[in-house]
């Protein structure tokens, strides 16, 4: 989607959380999003097998800044704990998540 079509700060962040859910679905994930104002995580997805990863999705236009995601946003201690995964859709329809998924039978790491 152009950028010029997607008007305000509010509108990206809607427009990037539904773009996240529809390409994790395509991906096999069941989605919910998050309705908590003010939790560490937009969208919680579910494999077939039961293993749930949680997103803080992000929307952002490069405009001659760098291209590295950390650049943008770095996880919260919170979100660090949660390992919450960092989903960015940026102006040109790329997508990046950090920490990468496997699939959707990604399994938790072992301890």
Known sequence: MPESQILGK??????????????LIERGYYVSRNI???????????????????FDVKY?????????????????PLQKVMKVHLFVIDNE???????P???PEEEPESK
Do not use: C, I, M
């Open 10 to 23: 509010q509108e990206r962040g809607a427009w990037a959380e539904v773009f996240a859910a529809q390409w």
């Open 36 to 54: 908590a104002h003010a939790a560490p995580f937009d969208l919680v997805a579910t494999s077939q097998s039961g293993h749930v990863v949680l």
């Open 60 to 76: 952002v236009s490069y405009k001659g800044r760098r291209r590295d995601v950390t650049t943008y946003r770095v996880l919260s």
């Open 93 to 99: 329809g790329l997508v990046s998540v950090d920490p």
């Open 101 to 103: 998924l496997n699939g």
